[in-house]
């Protein structure tokens, strides 16, 4: 039986406990949403003890599923004041689910110290790490390694989570044990650093991946899934060879490559930090163009990439890190980017939330568009804690109100990432209707009408944009609680055979009998559990609207402005029509 | 006319030499698949078809100055 790990950071207790009937068919989103949902009271201060903090694991976590080791983190954002969820991949999934750990719920606030959270196969304990206080992620990684395993997983926060900036990641380990992969969105870090929590680590010496209810069935669905994801040509081919950094290209020739914040479709430089030129400068650096963030993954997204002198800056530059730290910053050098996501690795903090609160901070002209020194002395001022670093690190929201901008790209007080809504509608409708702020993994209408999976639909079309993300929406909210990276949707939209098996492994590893039927009523209903709980909070229809800019400032080079009708944003957030009685 | 062809990730080793355009002239009346052939790319390699960066098919007219965007199958996020 799996378990589900109670930590009281007031009293620093811990209890481990059988895992509630309840919580049994829920991993991942699914599992933290309801946690979250009914324990964190929905008014409270995101800070207050009485928010919790919950880590959860996927359904498939610690078997050979491939992509299956995806970690999530849930609470009340400091960012949206909203309930949230982001997930990072990394070991630590897998090594959650062979300690038979489902999740962690974390509530209560140390009053004084810095503390870790142990577990291994003989039980979880609360250690004292005063050293560690304020330490850099690369860091503490390797003291905690040497106190407690040197292949043990890391979930830690970084000195921008211990100083509660509102942008702090969650920072989950790869397979070389580099503090790079974040769930990084909505500043759950900051929740866990506001409880003295730094680090949960996980030493899984002399334990076994969990026995699946049908070990027969388990090895062959896995190996159909397997196969279903090497034969799609995006998780086969484009994902390994050039990473998610491939789409720089194709979404600026879309003309929806947000520019120098937001102002143009369009950007000079892309050639210079696509994907192909990486991949080119990786390789005659002797790093890896390809490469997993956690074992078992076949569709090696990741990479290693290194410095001009050859010494390691990031594994895994990604798609979306780039854009924001270069072209919504107007820059066209990787070196640089690549140092300021090395520094966002260090911090534990989010490159998206950064990279546009730089971008706000260019508009505002405190530097010019395109200055990448300037970027990163700006990064390095949050690094110090100076007034101005101190509001880009609370994220694109509170960097606009210091500067006084009001043109800001946030939903929720989250920034959009890299797709344009005037030029990508349907990516429009997600960031505005999506409970968890602007967030493109909410309901990736990218997959649709730009690259052509699961259907088609014209990008700068307004009807059917609605529709599409409601569908995404609820469909990633079900992946997100199976806990498999998101990157098997392309697969999964276009090949029956990879639902098909990937509910196999689910069903023959518990004992269930789930079809692919079930999962949009499992999405809706999880989606259902997050926003009663942002109506709860104070979130209304006003929060899920899109900054007005957008809507009046024509995107270059097709022109167009947002023109969802407000009706329809209604709509797939469940709100009645205006005049409409409420049941 | 004359159009310029751009393809990108796997498609570039189609062209000669570490070039990432080509511009090409065509006759009257040509389609992104004749621009394709004329690039040497093979007609069934592009998955994604872009012309002035709205999306198309083979079959699309082109008119002189046109940019022709063509991409394997790509994702990411
Ligand atoms: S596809 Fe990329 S992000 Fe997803 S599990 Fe594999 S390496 Fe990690």
Redesign the pocket.
């Known amino acids: 039986m799996e378990k589900i790990l109670k930590v009281d950071m007031g009293e620093r207790s811990v209890r481990v406990e059988e895992l509630p009937e309840g919580l049994r068919r829920l991993g991942g989103r699914g599992f933290t949403s309801s946690v979250v949902s009914a324990e964190t009271p929905p008014g409270c201060d995101p800070f207050s003890s009485e928010n919790v903090l919950v880590i959860a694991c996927g359904l498939l976590a610690g078997t050979a599923a491939s992509?299956a080791?995806?970690l999530s983190v849930g609470t009340k954002s400091p960012l949206t004041g909203g309930i949230k969820e982001s997930n990072a991949?990394g070991t630590a999934g897998h090594a959650m689910g062979r300690l038979g750990v489902r999740g962690i719920v974390v509530r209560g606030a140390a009053r004084e110290g810095t503390w870790v959270l142990v577990i291994d196969r003989d039980g979880a304990r609360l250690e004292r790490r005063d050293d560690l206080r304020l330490a850099e992620s690369y860091a503490a990684v390797a003291a905690l390694r040497s106190s407690y395993g040197g292949d043990a997983s890391v979930i830690l926060v970084g000195p921008a989570g211990e100083r509660r900036l509102k942008a702090a990641s969650v920072i989950v380990t790869d397979p070389e044990g580099r503090p790079t992969?974040h769930c990084g969105r909505g500043g759950t870090g900051a929740v866990m650093g506001s409880k003295g929590l730094k680090a949960v680590v996980l030493d899984t010496r002399g334990t076994r991946p969990p026995a699946p209810a049908d070990r027969g069935a388990f090895a062959m669905h896995a190996k159909r899934f397997v196969e279903a994801l090497r034969a799609h040509p995006v998780?086969g081919e484009a994902?390994p060879a050039y990473g998610t950094n491939v789409l720089a290209n194709i979404i600026n020739e879309a003309g929806a490559y947000p520019t120098r914040c937001f102002s143009s479709g369009r950007f000079e430089g892309t050639e210079k930090v696509s994907g192909e030129t990486m991949r080119d400068v990786i390789i005659e650096r002797g790093g890896s163009p390809t490469?997993?963030?956690?074992p078992g993954?076949v569709?090696?997204?990741?990479n290693v990439y290194l410095g001009p002198d050859g010494g390691h800056l990031a594994s895994?530059l990604e798609y979306e890190s780039i854009w924001a730290n270069g072209a919504n910053c107007g820059i066209d050098d990787l070196d640089v980017i690549a140092r300021l996501d090395r520094l966002y690795d260090e911090l534990g903090i989010d490159s998206i939330e950064t990279g546009v609160a730089i971008g706000v901070a260019m508009q505002a002209g405190v530097i010019p568009f395109g200055d990448g020194e300037g970027a990163l002395r700006l990064a390095g001022e949050i690094a110090a804690g100076t007034p101005l670093g101190t509001a880009l690190g609370n994220g694109a929201a509170a960097a606009g109100a210091r500067l006084g901008c009001a043109r800001v790209p946030v939903v929720k007080g989250q920034a959009l990432p890299a797709y344009d809504p005037r030029a990508i509608k349907g990516m429009g409708v997600t960031y505005a209707t999506s409970t968890m702020g602007a967030d493109h993994t909410a309901g990736y209408a990218v997959a649709t009408s730009i690259l052509n999976c699961g259907g088609s639909l014209d990008p700068l079309a307004t009807e059917g944009q609605a529709a599409l993300s409601k569908r995404l929406q609820a469909a990633t909210a079900a992946l997100d609680s199976i806990g498999v990276?998101?990157?098997v949707a392309f697969p999964v939209l276009d090949d029956p055979a990879a639902l098909e098996s990937l509910l196999g492994m689910v069903n023959a590893r518990h004992g269930w009998g789930m079809t692919a039927a079930d999962l949009p009523a499992m999405g809706e209903e999880i989606l259902r559990i997050e926003r009663r709980f942002n109506a709860a909070a104070g979130l209304t229809a006003a929060d899920d609207r899109l900054p007005a800019f957008f809507l009046t400032e024509p995107l270059e080079p097709h022109r167009h402005v947002f023109d969802i009708p407000e009706r329809e944003l209604d709509e797939v957030c469940g709100r009645p029509p205006e005049g409409a009685e409420r049941p | 006319m004359t159009v310029d062809v751009r393809p990108f990730a796997t498609l570039r080793r189609h062209l000669p030499g570490g070039e990432t355009a080509l511009r090409i002239r065509l006759g009257d009346g040509a389609t992104v698949r004749d621009a394709v052939r004329r690039a040497g790319i093979p007609e069934e390699s592009p998955r994604i078809v872009m012309v002035n960066g709205r999306l198309a098919t083979l079959d699309a007219a082109l008119a002189d100055g046109d940019a022709v965007s063509l991409f394997p199958a790509v994702g990411g996020g």
């Open positions: 992509t080791g995806r991949g992969r998780t994902l490469h997993v963030c956690q993954c569709i090696r997204c990741s895994g990276c998101l990157f």
